[in-house]
């Protein structure tokens, strides 16, 4: 460690707010500060190298450091770095881009994309073009969202409005009216108790639709949510939840939206999360995965069904939604020839294969009287600690176990992320066999280390 380093960290602490944590807590506390990325590792500013078994923020999807990924950058930046899309202009890579999704997703048939710069913001215009499109039908009355408890859908007011995690939302109330919060699927923790996965799935569906019932259906845009929780700690609906979901939709003319910010570009084994269920949504909200975090981008994807709303003749469809760096050039490009990858190295069809090698090698941790459920789909798995397997209450900091256990997996050598008391996994989907091996032998010393400290 050098002095040089000492100051960043620093400099770090008397200047950076950091997401997501009390700055009293960051500035006690100085940071991992990465410095290199190389495939499935990175290195911090001593030299000291990790394995990274969180894709960044479940978001490096390729790996780091992709020679197509920078020769995209660099042949892009000799061309154009950035101009607007307002005001009738456009650029290659952003109209590149929005034909290669549309053709990417026409099983779902969607045909529109509305760019914007990461994943809340691509909620905030799935939200928007929600509500608009109710008005172009003619049913302005239909202003209402229904998520689900736990769900993660970004930090914008909309977002945090249909957000399910109390502790996103307490600080900035009031929040946008008319969001209403349902149960999730989640079979480790439900309040009826419930332990069939098929059965869970049926009352939460009919509790989606007795809330739109209760609402009113012509006071309800739609209905949003993740094909898999995934801030929420990682919750796998069973396979009929989903289908099951559509139908109640349909049953009340409820628009679906998909937040595929994490599940989007095969992290759960298609190319999006509902299409992993079997379901096509009417809006889908897509970020991360989309160029593996090389530059900012998101984007919102609409059906046939609300694009048709805006193309009609008569309707005064104007869409006052958009962002400065709405189809950013650079970031278009590099999602283009990051999509390249995606497909041409079946990165789905990887993130199965691997991810059932890594659901088997998950299971060994059931063995730690800490771990109270194992669980995942594709590369995105969740293993939840728990004090006391009878009462299920959960295992969180500072509980000695928990700063032991990422202690010791990172002077092991992997960066792993505890959010309450799960361990949430979502490597790059580049990650091979060995890597999962990896992944296992310094979470057993971590789990083992860390049964130690808490004694
Ligand atoms: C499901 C989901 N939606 C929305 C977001 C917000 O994306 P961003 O942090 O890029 O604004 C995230 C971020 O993790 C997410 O997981």
């Known amino acids: 460690?050098?002095?040089?380093?000492?100051?960043?960290?620093?400099?770090?602490?008397?200047?950076?707010?950091?997401?997501?944590?009390?700055?009293?807590?960051?500035?006690?506390?100085?940071?991992?500060?990465?410095?290199?990325?190389?495939?499935?590792?990175?290195?911090?500013?001593?030299?000291?190298?990790?394995?990274?078994?969180?894709?960044?923020?479940?978001?490096?999807?390729?790996?780091?450091?992709?020679?197509?990924?920078?020769?995209?950058?660099?042949?892009?930046?000799?061309?154009?770095?950035?101009?607007?899309?307002?005001?009738n202009t456009s650029n290659p890579p952003a109209i590149e881009l929005s034909a290669r999704l549309a053709r990417m997703f026409a099983p779902e048939k969607m045909t529109q994309v509305l760019f914007s710069s990461g994943g809340s913001d691509a909620v905030e215009g799935a939200l928007k073009l929600a509500r608009q499109y109710w008005q172009l039908e003619g049913r302005a009355g239909r202003?209402?969202?229904?998520?689900?408890?736990?769900?993660?859908?970004?930090?914008?007011?909309?977002?945090?409005?249909?957000?399910?995690?109390?502790?996103?939302?307490?600080?900035?109330?009031?929040?946008?009216?008319?969001?209403?919060?349902?149960?999730?699927?989640?079979?480790?923790?439900?309040?009826?108790?419930?332990?069939?996965?098929?059965?869970?799935?049926?009352?939460?569906?009919?509790?989606?639709?007795?809330?739109?019932?209760y609402q009113g259906a012509d006071t309800v845009a739609a209905f949003i949510a993740e094909p898999v929780q995934g801030a929420g700690g990682v919750i796998v609906p069973h396979e009929s939840y989903w289908p099951l979901v559509r139908a109640v939709c349909d049953k009340h003319g409820v628009l679906l939206i998909s937040d595929e910010i994490v599940t989007g570009f095969g992290r759960i084994g298609a190319m999006c999360g509902a299409r992993a269920w079997g379901v096509a949504p009417d809006i889908m909200a897509m970020a991360k995965g989309i160029n593996s975090g090389i530059v900012p981008l998101g984007a919102t994807l609409i059906n046939e069904r609300v694009a048709?709303?805006?193309?009609?003749?008569?309707?005064?469809?104007?869409?006052?939604?958009g962002y400065t760096y709405s189809g950013h050039a650079l970031a278009c490009a590099t999602a283009n020839a990051n999509l390249e990858i995606v497909e041409g190295e079946n990165l789905a069809g990887r993130s199965l294969e691997v991810g059932a090698y890594l659901a088997e090698r998950l299971e060994e941790f059931r063995r730690y009287p800490q771990v109270g459920d194992v669980r995942g789909k594709g590369l995105m798995a969740a293993i939840e600690l728990v004090v006391d397997r009878a009462t299920k209450e959960p295992l969180v900091a500072?509980?000695?176990?928990?700063?032991?256990?990422?202690?010791t997996a990172r002077r092991e050598g992997a960066i792993v992320r505890i959010q309450g008391n799960r361990l949430i996994l979502s490597p790059p989907l580049v990650f091979s066999r060995a890597d999962v091996d990896e992944t296992a032998r310094i979470l057993h010393a971590a789990f083992d280390a860390a049964g130690r400290a808490s004694l």
Not at 1 to 29: C, E, G, I, T
């Open 1 to 87: 460690m050098s002095a040089a380093h000492d100051a960043l960290r620093a400099a770090n602490a008397r200047h950076m707010f950091h997401p997501m944590v009390d700055p009293k807590v960051a500035r006690a506390n100085p940071p991992l500060i990465i410095e290199r990325g190389q495939g499935v590792h990175v290195w911090d500013i001593d030299g000291k190298r990790y394995l990274d078994t969180v894709a960044a923020l479940w978001n490096v999807n390729v790996g780091h450091d992709r020679p197509e990924l920078k020769r995209a950058v660099a042949e892009q930046l000799d061309k154009l770095a950035y101009y607007s899309t307002f005001q």
């Open 143 to 213: 202003t209402k969202f229904i998520s689900l408890k736990l769900g993660y859908h970004g930090v914008h007011f909309g977002g945090a409005s249909v957000n399910g995690n109390p502790a996103f939302r307490a600080a900035y109330e009031p929040l946008l009216p008319g969001c209403f919060q349902i149960e999730s699927p989640y079979l480790y923790r439900n309040p009826w108790g419930e332990s069939d996965p098929a059965h869970l799935a049926q009352r939460c569906a009919d509790e989606l639709d007795r809330a739109i019932q």
């Open 308 to 321: 048709d709303a805006y193309y009609r003749p008569e309707a005064q469809a104007a869409v006052m939604h």
């Open 398 to 407: 500072p509980a000695p176990f928990v700063p032991a256990l990422i202690a």
